[in-house]
């Protein structure tokens, strides 16, 4: 099956740096690519995702990369804010194959 | 609001007792799943159900079952329940399949002592 590995599985970055999340796959029919946020107490929620037509994709301070022929994948915050503190799960699925990554927590320091 | 619900919020149970967790989301989605959050482990399917009526196993499904009557309801049951169950577990739900957003609940925190 799939194996999505997620580093680091903690940053900490200065208000206003940017903080880059990375993983990596092993299934070459992995074809779509989200990632979650999760606050302290709550269920995960979909923040960017990526289709394997793609490389790149942003939405205002949030971008997401895909490399298919090295099978890896990173989010790229810019501009911290402290709200972005949270831990962060990238994921990669084939249409009946899901699989997270251990996660990313990140703090951001005012 | 539409979304999905979760109950119960928390549990304490003694190993060897059965236990329910319920899901119901109000959204007509066709696909749910359940995952359990472990530290350091990030969350892992335990059992989805494509459509109503269907379901199948995920990752870790031993000591779980799942049913699926309708579209809205999937709950989740511990026959007998031991201490690795200890977890919190988190029910989600997408529209069109593992290729589609997944809408996650509020989760349950369980503890089996």
Known sequence: ?110 | IAGITQAPTSQILAAGRRMTLRCTQDMRHNAMYWYRQDLGLGLRLIHYSNTAGTTGKGEVPDGYSVSRANTDDFPLTLASAVPSQTSVYFCASSSAGRIDTQYFGPGTRLTVL
Request: charged share 20%; proline share 5%; net charge negative.
């Open chain 1, 1 to 110: 099956g799939e194996n999505v590995e997620q580093h680091p599985s903690t940053l900490s970055v200065q208000e206003g740096d940017s903080a880059v999340i990375k993983c990596t796959y092993s299934d070459s029919a992995s074809n779509y690519f989200p990632w979650y946020k999760q606050e302290l107490g709550k269920g995960p929620q979909l923040i960017i995702d990526i289709r394997s037509n793609v490389g790149e994709k942003k939405d205002q301070r949030i971008a997401v990369t895909l490399n298919k022929t090295a099978k890896h994948f990173s989010l790229h915050i810019t501009e911290t804010q402290p709200e972005d503190s949270a831990v962060y799960f990238c994921a990669a699925s084939t249409w009946n194959q899901f699989y997270f990554g251990t996660g990313t927590s990140l703090t951001v320091i005012p």
